[in-house]
């Protein structure tokens, strides 16, 4: 993998089109996702991004941006300003388009950084996105950031199963991942188990029991409706529908998606969110279930 340090401008980007109802704002401490190679690195929208992947295979390259806190430092008030005239609320993805904790987060402590600037300067809302059981190294870190903002922290597990054969292996396993939200949850932080992209689970009751007892919420996003694609066509041309097809072939259909959700509802009646929406905070109301499969 092609490892660079990089300076970044304005670490803080407005945000446009799938996220503009989501934050205000984004912020991606490095460029490119070192998880590429990974399970979550197959169905991972951000590899259809020309402008980000500059012609480069997904997974292999990072941009470190080292200077991602003191960007943050100097541009947040000016662009808390914009976002509270402009959106009514200055609130921050992290991240859209990278893993904040990744293994190299180690060395560099970028994403510490960031966090160390944003107990300094914080913004109204913060939405931490992660694939990773690292999240949890910086627990002290959000039960300080709990007294000065509002914090959401989204864990992305798409299946209850360890391996799909034909896939390479999670970058952090599905255990892990529910261990890590228990302690988020309980450290305090509204804590959401994002099922994106949604993959076969071969036990949807007992997933979505455990998601209740881990999480205060869940969001449930098809790679249809959810690649920015008509009919899930950036996904159809990876490696990922195959090997979906090969554990269950139902799973391809959007209707799958409508029979979790009904299950989920059962679980967290009021706490499940669908696609952008769920992203967003937007919960179905707790009476309106979807069909089952």
Not at 107 to 131: F, K, N, S, W
Not at 175 to 195: E, M, P, S, Y
Not at 200 to 211: K, L, S, V
Request: glycine content about 8%; aromatic content about 8%; hydrophobic content about 40%.
């Amino acid at each position: 993998m092609e490892l660079s340090v990089v300076q970044i401008g304005n670490v803080l980007t407005r945000t446009s089109g799938y996220l503009r109802t989501v934050s205000s704002h984004s912020l991606q401490p490095y460029r490119g996702c070192s998880f590429g190679r990974a399970l979550c690195g197959v169905g991972c929208y951000v590899q259809h991004n020309g402008h980000l992947t500059r012609g480069r295979p997904w997974g292999d390259f990072l941009e470190v941006r080292e200077n991602a806190a003191a960007s943050y430092r100097q541009h947040v008030a000016g662009e808390r300003r914009w976002a509270r005239a402009a959106r009514g609320q200055f609130s921050i993805f992290l991240s859209s388009a990278t893993e904040p904790f990744l293994p190299q987060e180690a060395r560099y402590g970028v994403t510490r950084g960031v966090l160390e600037a944003m107990l300094e300067e914080p913004p109204d809302l913060l939405i931490l996105q992660t694939h990773s059981h690292r999240v949890t190294d910086y627990l002290g870190l959000y039960e300080q950031l709990l007294r000065v903002a509002e914090l959401r922290v989204h864990i992305s597990i798409e299946t209850d199963r360890e391996r799909i054969a034909g896939l390479p292996p999670h970058a952090s396993s599905v255990a892990a991942r529910f261990a890590a939200a228990r302690l988020l949850k309980q450290a305090g932080a509204t804590t959401v188990i994002t099922v994106s992209p949604l993959l076969p689970i071969d036990e949807p009751e007992q997933f979505f029991a455990r998601a209740a007892e881990s999480a205060d919420a869940v969001v449930i996003d098809h790679f249809i409706g959810g690649d920015g694609s008509s009919n899930g066509e950036r996904t159809r041309r990876t490696e990922l529908p195959a090997a979906m097809a090969s554990v269950d072939e139902r799973s391809l259909r959007i209707e799958y998606r409508d029979a979790m959700v009904a299950i989920a509802q059962r679980y967290l009646p009021g706490r499940v969110g669908v696609n952008i929406d769920g992203f967003a905070g937007r919960w179905l109301p707790a009476k309106e279930a979807a069909t089952e499969l």
